[in-house]
T-cell receptor, first 112, second 114 residues
């Protein structure tokens, strides 16, 4: 059974810092991996989708990488801002009708 | 832009009531999902549907049922609401094709059962 882990559960950084959020998964047979952002009390917003054949995906200050063989993905946030404060979740799609398995998320706080 | 709309942001229901949560998507997605999210437990899949009138149980289907009569609409039904079903409920949709299955979520429904 696929398991997705995100450590640490919470992170606090000063504004302007470049940071890396980690995601690991136990079964490397995935179709894709998706990163989401969730603000308190809200739904999930899709940030990046990486297909299994890709190594990286970029959107603005965000860059996500995927290493299937080692079961790892990272989300890199450049020049962090207080508006980046949110919970970041990764989810893997193992292809069984596109069901996603989620990590529990990393709650990021960016201090002004 | 893909839009997934849940009918309510907040709901308060009494124990034993039958509760309907509605979700509508406008992108012609085949797949639709219902998750619940609880502190410390993360997102857990309740039910999903990959086509009209088709449904499959997720990880925690007990106490819930679903209905998908039209492609764009997926309903979650709490047959007899209980306090342990107090939670945040999230609906999602995606294409079925394996190459493009980016999932999009609604804004969530915070359900409180008293």
């Amino acid at each position: 059974k696929q398991e997705v882990t995100q450590i640490p559960a919470a992170l606090s950084v000063p504004e302007g810092e470049n940071l890396v959020l980690n995601c690991s998964f136990t079964d490397s047979a995935i179709y894709n991996l998706q990163w989401f952002r969730q603000d308190p009390g809200k739904g999930l917003t899709s940030l990046l989708l990486i297909q299994s054949s890709q190594r990286e995906q970029t959107s603005g200050r965000l860059n996500a990488s995927l290493d299937k063989s080692s079961g790892r993905s990272t989300l890199y946030i450049a020049a962090s801002q207080p508006g980046d404060s949110a919970t970041y979740l990764c989810a893997v799609n193992t292809g069984a009708n596109s069901k996603l398995t989620f990590g529990k998320g990393i709650t990021l706080s960016v201090r002004p | 832009d893909v839009k997934v709309t849940q009918s309510s942001r907040y709901l308060v229901k009494r124990t034993g009531e039958k509760v309907f949560l509605e979700c509508v998507q406008d992108m012609d997605h085949e797949n639709m999902f219902w998750y619940r999210q609880d502190p410390g437990l993360g997102l857990r899949l309740i039910y999903f549907s990959y086509d009209v009138k088709m449904k499959e149980k997720g990880d925690i289907p007990e106490g819930y049922s679903v209905s998908r009569e039209k492609k764009e609409r997926f309903s979650l039904i709490l047959e007899s609401a209980s306090t342990n079903q107090t939670s945040m409920y999230l609906c999602a949709s995606s294409f079925r094709a394996r190459g493009n299955t980016e999932a999009f979520f609604g804004q969530g429904t915070r359900l409180t059962v008293v």
